[in-house]
């Protein structure tokens, strides 16, 4: 889901894209990695698809980082964004990011997948619930899971859509909100969110 | 009265055994409603704990730790099982 979004933001002209993925290039990612192909399996992740985001529009710096960061990390990437895009595969990594956004004060994105359904969260920190106000303790890894490209496609599209309005001030973002599509009945939810008051992550910001 | 019931998310497959619409007496709450869902479901069946929850459009918490409100005839009660796929 990462893949799109950063393609639709490189494509979109954003200024500057920092990818950061870890590990190989595996057949199980092609069904939904539009950055990868048959020809680059067995090779590392970001270095491949910072080729190829660069091919895609030279005037957009690519930035391309071979592993998950760490909390440390995070925080000092957040301090060189304008926004964060979270995409990863587990909940940890997730609210790492999510806690990076909020201490760095900048819009953060989560985009997630199940099957034919994605889920977009939009937060701007203070003033809206963050993703540790949803989630306060990660809920359980499920590392065997059903995925459609063609959703992975559709929600990273959104994720970078969102990006885009907020970067250009264009349009209502969905700050506070959660989207949801249900691919499986052609459904568009979308539920106001509530900030947690001891969230530990956002309630003294 | 009416509640409708929307399920997305993790465990579609086993959501979908959920019903579309229930019946609760008038001064109903969630909590009425989640257990004439979930009652009938086998254990390995079971919503995740952390499923987030939502009254019309607002959301109320997860099925942990909730806003046990009252409910009106033709709310619809929005389950969101977590997801994280990348």
């Known amino acids: ?205 | 009265m009416k509640i409708q019931i929307s399920y997305t998310g993790r465990s579609y497959q086993t959501a979908a055994i959920l019903p579309a619409e229930i019946t609760l007496d008038d001064g109903g709450t969630v909590d009425d409603a989640l257990h004439l869902l979930t009652k009938d479901l086998a254990d390995d069946q079971q919503l995740p704990m952390s499923c987030l929850l939502a009254v019309s459009g607002e959301h109320i918490g997860t099925l942990a730790s909730h806003t046990n409100q009252s409910l009106q005839d033709r709310d619809e009660l929005i389950l969101i099982a977590p997801v994280a796929g990348g």
Not at chain 1, 11 to 34: F, K, T
Not at chain 1, 72 to 81: N, Y
Not at chain 1, 122 to 150: I, R
């Open chain 1, 1 to 205: 889901m990462g893949g799109p979004a950063a393609l639709m933001l490189t494509m979109g002209g954003i200024g500057r894209v920092i990818i950061a993925h870890g590990g190989d290039m595996i057949s199980p990612d092609l069904n939904r990695q539009v950055l990868g192909s048959e020809r680059v399996l067995g090779r590392p992740r970001a270095e491949d698809f910072g080729d190829y985001l660069r091919s895609m529009n030279q005037f957009v710096e690519v930035e391309a980082i071979g592993h998950e960061p760490n909390a440390t990390e995070a925080a000092e990437l957040a301090e060189r964004c304008d926004i964060i895009l979270s995409c990863p595969p587990t909940f940890e990594e997730r609210l790492r990011l999510n806690r990076a956004a909020v201490e760095a004060g900048i819009p953060f994105i989560d985009a997630a997948q199940w099957g034919m359904t994605g889920t977009l969260i939009v937060v701007k920190p203070g003033e809206t619930a963050c993703l540790e106000c949803l989630y306060p303790e990660p809920p359980p890894f499920e590392e065997f899971f059903p995925v459609v490209g063609a959703i992975s496609a559709a929600t990273g599209s959104l994720a970078a859509l969102e990006a885009i309005k907020i970067l250009s001030g264009t349009g209502d973002p969905l700050w506070g909100k959660m989207l949801t599509y249900d691919g499986y009945r052609g459904k568009v939810t979308t539920v106001q969110l509530q900030r947690r008051a001891l969230c530990a992550c956002c309630s003294s910001r």
